[in-house]
């Protein structure tokens, strides 16, 4: 079955990089229907879409957080790594990574999620 | 970016109910929208997608409708499962955005 599960730091001091670890299993980011997005919400707030790699290594960014992020894969070990750079506090937020099977087809919605990781930034 | 706004922001009733959310969106989206559901403390869950497409294993209860700028999402009974947020995405261009949510809550 599929599954993914995001994995990081907890807490994250201002002006530091977070890096996050989406470890998926299931399917596989060779084939061109897959492609694999970040997802982020802070505390009692709304979904932001951040980022999508497919497997073809094409990367699509958030155009308010373009500057700051890098999403990157390692298909060897099924992850799909997330950085974001000069932390805020207003990044804290719970951080999913998600599955998208329709990325051949244009279906560009999340049919798998990750149980999500609560990243809180503070000093 | 297109802006998603949902209506309503919260939504009470009861077991049995029949519920609609409205989603309407800035600028056309076609038919590129999905709808999920949210718990407190889980990730979102896909009910549908592409409008009105039913993803599998979720309760024929839910339906999704429209085209262009407004969609609904129906709960044609409301059961108490089904008490939580609800979420609607645009997928029909860059950067990809969901609405601000409408809270279900049990009346």
């Known amino acids: 079955q599929v599954t993914l599960r995001e994995s990081g730091p907890a807490l994250v001091k201002p002006t530091q990089t977070l890096t996050l670890t989406c470890t998926f299993s299931?399917?596989?980011?060779?084939?061109?229907?897959?492609?694999v997005s970040w997802i982020r919400q802070p505390p009692g707030k709304a979904l932001e879409w951040l980022a999508r790699i497919d497997s073809d290594d094409s990367k699509y960014y958030t155009t308010s957080l373009m500057t700051r992020l890098t999403i990157s894969k390692d298909t060897s070990k099924n992850q799909v790594l997330l950085t974001m750079t000069n932390m805020d506090p207003v990044d804290t937020a719970t951080y999913y990574c998600?599955?998208?099977?329709?990325?051949?087809?244009?279906?560009?919605?999340?049919?798998?999620w990750g149980q999500g990781t609560l990243v809180t930034v503070s000093s | 970016d297109i802006q998603m706004t949902q209506s309503p922001s919260t939504l009470s009733a009861f077991v049995g109910d029949r519920v609609t959310i409205t989603c309407r969106a800035s600028?056309?989206?076609?038919?590129?929208l999905a709808w999920y559901q949210q718990k407190p403390g889980k990730a979102p869950k896909l009910l549908i997608y592409k409008a009105s497409s039913l993803e599998s294993g979720v309760p024929s209860r839910f339906s999704g409708s429209g085209s262009g700028t407004e969609f609904t999402l129906t709960i044609s009974s409301l059961q108490p499962d089904d008490f939580a947020n609800y979420y609607c995405q645009q997928y029909n261009s860059f950067p990809w955005t969901f609405g601000q949510g409408t809270k279900v809550e049990i009346k």
């Open positions: 998600a599955r998208i099977a329709g990325c051949g087809s244009g279906d560009y919605y999340f049919d798998y």
């Open positions: 299931g399917f596989s980011l060779t084939t061109s229907e897959m492609c």
């Open positions: 600028q056309s989206i076609i038919r590129w």
